[in-house]
T-cell receptor, first 114, second 113 residues
């Protein structure tokens, strides 16, 4: 397996624009997580899914953020409208509950909102 | 909810010396404590973990210790090498249920020649 795949790797957008980040989890994993990483706040869990169903979205900062998982192999994190303070590295991770709690991370998407 | 504190935020050691990173957690129900290494431009990667039924675990130059009574756990790296330079994160969570981890704020380790 190629691991967790995120796209794009880098995204630069203007304030007010819609941004969509994409994630393909490891095949067979039933948990998917979206994290945000900044220098000030470290790694923050935004939302996680179990079997494609959102379980806890308490970390989503505002209504401008939304996440979906239409099937077991794809998830999106959308920011609309984007703001400069959304600039961060966004990570997607997946795990397989039954075997382990290890979370496998993607390489991240570096978002810059200007 | 769980709160994880990590110290120090930066650590510089000479090659061959040992490095120790410490974390504390708040939720006594947590029973799974992984450590992640994040290299520049990459996502965090699990390097070692420990569960609450074990007090210590070792994997070559890396060891973790856990004190459940005091609610703290530590990462020990011996004989450090330049490739150990990275940001290290501790985390705390639960096994067997939702795989939800609370991460520490990270330690930037620099191994100098």
């Amino acid at each position: 397996d190629a691991g967790v795949i995120q796209s794009p790797r880098h995204e630069v957008t203007e304030m007010g624009q819609e941004v969509t980040l994409r994630c393909k989890p490891i095949s067979g994993h039933d948990y998917l997580f979206w994290y945000r990483q900044t220098m000030m706040r470290g790694l923050e869990l935004l939302i996680y899914f179990n079997n494609n169903v959102p379980i806890d979205d308490s970390g989503m900062p505002e209504d401008r953020f939304s996440a979906k998982m239409p099937n077991a192999s794809f998830s999106t994190l959308k920011i609309q409208p984007s703001e400069p303070r959304d600039s961060a590295v966004y990570f997607c991770a997946s795990s397989f509950r039954v075997r382990d709690t290890e979370a496998f991370f993607g390489q991240g998407t570096r978002l810059t909102v200007v | 909810g769980e709160n994880v504190e990590q110290h120090p935020s930066t650590l510089s050691v000479q090659e061959g010396d040992s490095a120790v990173i410490k974390c504390t957690y708040s939720d006594s129900a947590s029973n799974y404590f992984p450590w992640y290494k994040q290299e520049l431009g990459k996502g965090p990667q699990l390097i070692i973990d420990i569960r609450s039924n074990v007090g210590e675990k070792k994997d070559q130059r890396i060891a973790v210790t856990l004190n459940k009574t005091a609610k703290h756990f530590s990462l020990h790296i011996t004989e450090t090498q330049p490739e150990d330079s990275a940001v290290y994160f501790c985390a705390a969570g639960l096994t067997g249920t939702a795989s939800k981890l609370t991460f520490g704020t990270g330690t930037r380790l620099q191994v100098t020649l």
